[in-house]
């Protein structure tokens, strides 16, 4: 784990959250699902004027009414309650009930009219109205598609499951005109129209559960794909987001999504501090003793750039990984940067995106700081060839320290990318820094003869376990944002990376009598054609690794 004097801010405790319940209502149309959606108050506290889906706070009647819901076999009392929440938001802000005669007959619309549907009356007394009634609450119809938790940057927060039902036929929405107006229906693809457009303004959880359910043709596949998830009752997706600045306005995302282990890596409590966007001309600081400079060199194959990673502070010196390219203004960056205190300089491997700027780097430090990592194998392309000061030894630590603590670098060999490929841990801190082995937004090449696929997936494996016998918390790597859940990441990498080399499989069975150029076509149909080239690298790689495994 991060150490807490190594944070570059304050933390402080989010706010508590509170327990709440929506529920989006869904029809099929000719051209697609509809949800029914209404605008909140331009007074409300939390989202005022935004388009929502029926919702609210869980409170105690809502429980009260568990003898009155019918149930399926598989839903605890926990989850009853909350889709009685929901069943009861959508009676008081919209006039739908959700609710059926014991016989199965579906509640009459003049019934509901009939109802008190007023925020007093039916937080107590909903299920008093509906017992004098016959009625039982169909709470089984009610599905979980997502679980929500609002942000920790914002003072009022939420823990919400985002419900899913069938609206009732013969019904009409009524808005209360108090908390919601305008009650309508629409596609999830014509909301995300509207609100780019500037009118309809959306809140972020609802943005993204539109995109998700606009994937879907029809309520039944929507139900369904609801129902066969932990037998019914687990989420399709839990998301708690975060924020940082891009392009100087609040941007927020996903745990999926790239920059979301970098914004949890430098403010934990979610406190809005961090700049996402990339650029070359200054470091960005993760932590007081991490800083990240970004060479101008973004394109395919190196994404934003090359990332040059500075470890260390003013009182213990720094290390340098990978100074990158022999750009001259990216080495003086970094020497300015250290103030030409650099202890060490270590290189990943020798791809000329990463080694080239060591010796330049070192020329301009008085003290000439050793430059470390694996020499080049016979293998390596001409332009990747390299010959460290000293070779590191797997295992080995490298060290800087002062006042404020110790900072260790530990070798991992980790070959497969390149055969003189390693990674650093960051002892003190539970970082990863993983060059080009581990990369976020896109797969690393593993081009043979100096890549090699069987050791690039046993060097996954192997940082792996680094990761679980650690407490690895985050991956740095050479090319994109900070990663976090990092077994989640290399799991997901190692997947694939398989599906790929099962893609490359068929494609061989299919085309016996074929070469690589008639496999890659097949085998690479998700990629675009531009990227062919590269691709056929690592294809090679894959050919190799599965005429090995079946040779035995």
Request: glycine share 8%.
């Amino acid at each position: 784990m991060v150490r807490t004097t190594q944070r570059l801010h304050t933390q402080r405790e989010p706010a508590p959250l509170l327990a709440a319940a929506t529920v989006l209502l869904l029809r099929d149309s000719p051209g697609g699902i509809e949800v029914l959606m209404t605008r909140r108050s331009a007074t409300a506290s939390f989202a005022p004027g935004a388009y929502v889906f029926p919702g609210g706070r869980i409170d105690a009647g809502d429980t009260a009414a568990l003898p009155l819901a019918e149930r399926r076999p598989t839903q605890d009392n926990r989850q009853l309650t909350q889709a009685i929440a929901a069943i009861r938001e959508s009676f008081e802000e919209l006039g739908i009930l959700l609710a059926r005669h014991a016989d199965g007959r579906p509640v009459d619309p003049e019934e509901i009219a009939a109802m008190d549907r007023s925020t007093a009356a039916s937080a107590v007394g909903l299920a008093a109205q509906c017992e004098a009634r016959g009625l039982r609450l169909s709470a089984d119809q009610v599905y979980t598609l997502a679980h929500w938790i609002t942000d920790r940057d914002l003072p009022k927060r939420f823990d919400v499951p985002f419900l899913v039902a069938r609206m009732p036929a013969h019904q009409v929405p009524t808005a209360d005109e108090s908390e919601q107006f305008e009650p309508c229906w629409v596609r999830p693809a014509e909301a995300l129209e509207r609100h780019r457009a500037g009118s309809f303004f959306m809140i972020f959880p609802t943005l993204r559960t539109l995109e998700r359910l606009a994937r879907f043709d029809s309520v039944d596949a929507v139900l369904e794909a609801c129902a066969g998830r932990q037998g019914g009752e687990g989420p399709l997706w839990t998301s708690c987001p975060r924020a940082g600045w891009l392009g100087g306005k609040e941007a927020r995302y996903m745990e999926h999504e790239h920059p979301y282990g970098e914004l949890e890596l430098v403010s934990p409590d979610g406190q809005i501090v961090h700049a996402l966007d990339w650029q070359s001309d200054r470091p960005v600081p993760l932590l007081a003793n991490l800083r990240r400079l970004t060479a101008p060199n973004a394109g395919a194959m190196t994404g934003p750039g090359t990332n040059s990673y500075v470890v260390g502070d003013e009182r213990s010196g720094y290390i340098v990984i990978d100074p990158g390219p022999n750009d001259p203004a990216h080495i003086d960056r970094l020497f300015q940067a250290t103030g030409g205190d650099i202890r060490w300089i270590v290189c990943t491997h020798s791809h000329a995106d990463h080694s080239p700027g060591a010796a330049p780097l070192q020329a301009l430090c008085d003290s000439a700081p050793p430059i470390l990592g694996l020499p080049s194998a016979l293998t390596a392309r001409p332009a990747a060839r390299f010959e460290p000061d000293r070779t590191l030894q797997d295992g080995e630590r490298i060290a800087v320290s002062g006042e404020h603590g110790a900072h260790t670098l530990r070798v991992v060999f980790t070959p497969g990318h390149a055969a003189n490929h390693l990674c650093l841990v960051l002892e003190e801190d539970g970082l990863l820094f993983s060059g080009d082995h581990i990369l976020n937004g896109s797969t690393t090449v593993v081009d043979p003869p100096d890549g090699n696929m069987n050791d690039y997936l046993a060097s996954l494996d192997r940082l792996d376990a680094e990761c679980a016998a650690n407490d690895i918390g985050f991956i740095l790597p050479a090319h994109g944002h900070v990663l976090g859940q990092p077994r989640h990441a290399i799991a997901t990498l190692k997947n694939h990376r398989l599906q790929r080399e099962a893609r490359i499989a068929a494609a061989m069975r299919e085309r016996p009598d074929g070469t690589p150029d008639d496999w890659l076509p097949i085998a690479y149909a998700d990629v675009p054609e531009r990227m062919w080239p590269v691709a056929a690298r690592s294809l090679a790689a894959h050919v190799e690794r599965l005429r090995q495994l079946a040779q035995g």
